[in-house]
């Protein structure tokens, strides 16, 4: 496949660099699905991975969270940790959501399963991210009580997303928080995802939902048999309908 050459150049911003990986890769037993995937994320953005069914998106989130093989490097506020287990990778400031539903203890209340996501934090540490959680998802604060199995899908899923937080976490990793979601939890995604931002956390978000993912990320790469082939900003997030053709693209080239 030939490289679509529609790249943007960010070498201007001033925000500091959180996290950046160097010739990602993915593989399952032998067969390698992700190969030579850089990318960076500053203070305060979000990058979103955009691509068709197949193109290596979740793989590629898991080999960064440690879940899946791979290699590369990852440097998090300067420190490498690329080669480091899925728990060190997470306590070393990466928090990861995958994909599949039910990332929480369904027998558990919502307020259990968040203070599980606190529990290494510093006591008074603790007490300020529970209250920032809740305030990023004030029906998980109305519910506190309630047992997690019982929550809606897009309660499940800011509730997985407040566990994610409980580290207070410098990256925090999504993939597709979208998906199967009434169009009224986009809003409140949109509007938590906003507020993460402006407190300088990166995101790394891989979508299909190109219209959610204009309405929340900052810049995009589309992935495409298991390296980026095109990369863009905002302004192109904006127009889903031309970022679609573009996307549909790669799935036929």
Excluded: W
Excluded at 68 to 93: F, L, Q, Y
């Amino acid at each position: 496949m030939t490289a679509m050459s529609k790249v943007v150049d960010f070498e201007t911003d001033t925000r500091p660099v959180v996290m950046s990986c160097k010739g990602i890769s993915a593989r399952y037993s032998r067969i390698t699905v992700v190969s030579g995937v850089d990318l960076t994320l500053r203070a305060g953005e979000m990058l979103a991975v955009l691509g068709p069914n197949g193109a290596g998106k979740s793989s590629m989130l898991g080999s960064i969270a440690g879940i899946v093989n791979g290699g590369g490097d990852v440097i998090v506020r300067e420190r490498s940790i690329g080669k480091m287990s899925a728990h060190a990778k997470a306590a070393n400031g990466i928090a990861f959501v995958p994909e599949q539903r039910g990332n929480i203890f369904p027998t558990m209340s919502v307020r259990e399963n968040i203070d599980v996501g606190l529990r290494l934090l510093p006591q008074q540490a603790r007490e300020e991210q529970r209250e920032f959680i809740l305030s990023l998802f004030p029906i998980l604060k109305q519910r506190d009580q309630a047992m997690a199995g019982v929550l809606s899908g897009g309660e499940q899923q800011m509730l997985a997303i407040g566990l994610a937080l409980g580290r207070n976490p410098d990256v925090l990793i999504l993939d597709e928080p979208s998906q199967g979601l009434a169009p009224a939890v986009f809003d409140i995604l949109e509007r938590a995802f906003d507020i993460l931002k402006s407190r300088g956390l990166a995101l790394l978000l891989a979508e299909q939902n190109v219209p959610f993912a204009g309405r929340v990320a900052d810049r995009y790469v589309i992935l495409s048999y298991g390296q980026i082939v095109r990369s863009g900003g905002k302004e192109e997030l904006e127009n889903p309908e031309e970022l679609a053709d573009a996307f549909m693209g790669t799935a036929n080239g």
